[in-house]
């Protein structure tokens, strides 16, 4: 346990005896963290795109996006209105 404590950066806090899994948040959440960027290929690019973007905006109402084209695609910018959306949008898709 006392390597791991060693070994570990000061931004973390790592108290598990067991998986060295706990962080504190603030090491993986920042607040200005809010833009998502996806990138498409294919014939349907742009159709997922706008799909995707839709499944956002009809969770988070504030969130923005772009849909750019690419040389290979299209890419998606999301911008949610504070960073833990972006967080939860993430792990639902």
Same mark, same amino acid.
């Given at each position: 346990m006392k390597a791991i404590r060693d070994a570990q950066s000061d931004a973390i806090n790592d108290?598990?005896?067991y998986c060295g899994s706990f962080v504190d948040v603030g090491a993986?959440?920042?607040a200005d963290d809010t833009?998502?960027?996806v990138? $498409?290929?294919g014939d349907d690019a742009h159709a997922q795109a706008e799909a995707l973007a839709q499944r956002a905006v009809s969770r988070f109402d504030k969130t923005q996006f772009a849909i750019n084209p690419q040389a290979d695609g299209v890419e998606l910018v999301l911008t $949610?209105?504070?960073s833990v959306e972006k967080?939860?949008?993430?792990?639902?898709i």
């Amino acid at each position: 346990m006392k390597a791991i404590r060693d070994a570990q950066s000061d931004a973390i806090n790592d108290t598990c005896t067991y998986c060295g899994s706990f962080v504190d948040v603030g090491a993986v959440i920042e607040a200005d963290d809010t833009e998502l960027k996806v990138h $498409f290929a294919g014939d349907d690019a742009h159709a997922q795109a706008e799909a995707l973007a839709q499944r956002a905006v009809s969770r988070f109402d504030k969130t923005q996006f772009a849909i750019n084209p690419q040389a290979d695609g299209v890419e998606l910018v999301l911008t $949610f209105d504070v960073s833990v959306e972006k967080m939860i949008f993430q792990l639902s898709i």
